[in-house]
């Protein structure tokens, strides 16, 4: 595809965090390194992800990906099951078939609305700036920031979460008393028609446990 298309390809993988690693150590790694080879996590996936993770690779957080979700399998696949009901109680012949149709006529079909998938998003970028583009400015006055202030939070964000080893000790002991607070309303519990009490202790570790 390098060879092909030249740089600045951008590429969206459930695991983009770990396989640019792998590009990167492969015989191809310095071409992608020469290339600016992109990698993104999609959109939907994403989310899974820890918060380190989004931030080099979500496309939310990154201005080089666009209105690109990098969900395009997602669509075809959602689109796909809307044959299911086709040959739920066909034969695999009568499967392989559907679906061989349904590809045949999918590829066509929206090569024909390309045009106006480009011009919808177009119009939607346009729209997300004129909109959100006066919040955004509106509230950096009302905080006297600039826009360059925006970008410095993010760089102090990565720094925070390249030199953080482990969470801090309040969040770990407020995440440990939400566990115990979890467990106390859980101590009145129905039973087999009676209620049970269950006995509640907390261990040594300060996790709560029960009997």
Not at 112 to 141: C, H, P, S, W
Not at 170 to 180: C, S
């Amino acid at each position: 595809l390098i060879d092909v298309y030249g740089p600045d390809i951008t590429f969206g993988y459930d695991i983009s965090c770990t396989h640019l690693v792998t590009v990167l150590q492969s015989s191809i790694g310095e071409k992608a390194k020469q290339s600016r080879l992109r990698f993104f996590v999609e959109a939907f996936h994403g989310y899974a992800h820890n918060r380190r993770c989004q931030i080099h690779y979500h496309p939310c957080f990154l201005t080089s990906a666009g209105l690109e979700d990098f969900e395009t399998c997602e669509w075809i696949f959602s689109q796909e099951n809307q044959c299911a009901h086709l040959f739920q109680h066909g034969s695999a012949f009568h499967r392989h078939l559907t679906l061989d149709w349904f590809y045949q006529t999918w590829d066509p079909d929206h090569h024909t609305v390309l045009g106006d998938y480009l011009f919808q998003n177009y119009r939607k970028a346009l729209k997300i700036i004129r909109t959100e583009g006066a919040t955004v400015t509106a509230l950096l006055q009302m905080l006297n920031l600039m826009t360059d202030d925006l970008l410095k939070f993010q760089r102090d964000e990565e720094e925070f979460f390249e030199r953080l080893e482990r969470e801090p000790m309040v969040d770990e002991k407020a995440y440990e008393y939400l566990d115990v607070l979890k467990l106390l309303d859980k101590v009145w519990c129905v039973g087999p028609g009676f209620l049970t009490k269950k006995r509640v202790f907390i261990s040594r570790q300060g996790r709560a446990c029960s009997e």
